[in-house]
């Protein structure tokens, strides 16, 4: 083992011996121990892995004197004067393979050493509380879109069972934030028509799916399903929105439903037909109209002037738009924000119908959202139920 003794490692070889003797396999570890410190390049462990692995019948002289290259690893060398053979290990042989069993272990034994010991974390929960605004905008129960006529389908039973799957959804989603307060929005052409000849208030003629009488009791029983939900979840706020498609049954709707829930302490409600409706949350104004009728970039204006006690009261101020079912972000001066007021239309959970799928009003996103509003930070999260 001339390179072993040759080797700046060599002062070593008696201690490391020693380990050999007692069986030991563990080249990392032994570097360590041996060194006092890690074995930076692991050249030392290779060094102590060789010295276990060599062999005791190797012959120097035979060596040295009959093979002359270091290709070779294992030979079988006669001497020519005593006629003597024996087999010989090639102690200048390199070997360049990859021994993965040895760096496997090796790595176990330093994870040992180096991983720590972690304790289960404790994670903090919302103390803090916060309101949920829930609004399903655009129901349109009664609306009728076809497979075959658009694509799409869409009918008073799946606007109730996205209304439902929707509004539950979004309460699983609160319920981490600790909610004291829930604001839900209701009318907003949650009815697709407004009269016995199936058309909108205005005259407009729709496509429609059953009987407007029955369309009427369903929406009634859909809302009062989800109130009474989320009136387990918090104290509920119900503020109604009057909208295009059905500004008479719509109110009357409303009506209804707050006859059912007027004795409920937990429920409270603006009912009333004024076409925008405003409430506080701490430091936040909440602001909500259709949006059929005033521009957009007239809402911040509207409401300062509407509700001057609230916006001196308030530092964020939010309005919430409906009847386009898409979301449309406006810029006036401050980027994406008007100033003083954030507005934005609210997506919807109806397919489009076959008069604007053939005008191409098409490919927005089908969803219910609500919205978390902190006390005194604000809109601090946004939630949302993809179709």
Sequence with gaps: MGNQKNSKWSIYNEEIDKM?????????????????????GDMFRIYIKRRGKRNSVVDETLHRGNLKDNTWKVAWVKDADTGVSA????????????????????????MKLLSPSVSKYKRKKIKDPHCLVLDIADLHVGKLSTEYGTGKEYNTELAISR?????????????????????????????????????????????????WYDNFKVARAVYATIIKKLSRLAEVHVIHCPSNHDYMTGFMLADAVYCY??????????????????????????????????????????????????????????????????????????GKDFIGMTVEYLRSPSESDRWHSDNGYLGAK??????????????ISRLTHNF
């Design 261 to 334: 829930f007027h004795n409920d302490k937990n429920i409270s409600f603006d009912v009333s037909q004024k076409h925008r409706k405003y409430a506080k949350y701490g430091t936040n104004l909440l602001a909500f109209s259709h949006g059929d009728g005033c521009k957009l970039d007239q809402i911040p204006y509207l409401t300062a002037h509407e509700e001057p006690a609230l916006w001196a009261e308030t530092i964020y101020r939010y309005g919430f738009l409906h009847h386009i079912h898409h979301k449309d972000v406006f810029k006036f001066r401050s």
């Design 87 to 110: 087999l010989v290990r090639n102690p200048d042989f390199k070997d360049e393979s990859v021994d993965y069993s040895v760096i496997r272990d090796d790595m176990v034994e330093e």
């Design 20 to 40: 050999l003797e007692s069986n030991r396999s563990d080249w990392s570890v032994m570097a360590r121990e041996i060194l006092g410190h890690r074995d930076e």
């Design 366 to 379: 089908v969803a219910i959202e609500a919205f978390i509003h902190h006390p005194t930070n604000g809109q």
């Design 163 to 211: 209304a439902i799957e929707g509004a539950e959804s979004l309460i699983d989603k609160s319920k981490p934030y600790n909610i004291d307060k829930v604001f839900f929005i209701i009318g907003n052409d949650v009815l697709h028509i407004d009269n016995p000849k199936r058309t909108t208030t205005s005259g407009t003629p729709q496509d429609t799916d059953g009987m």
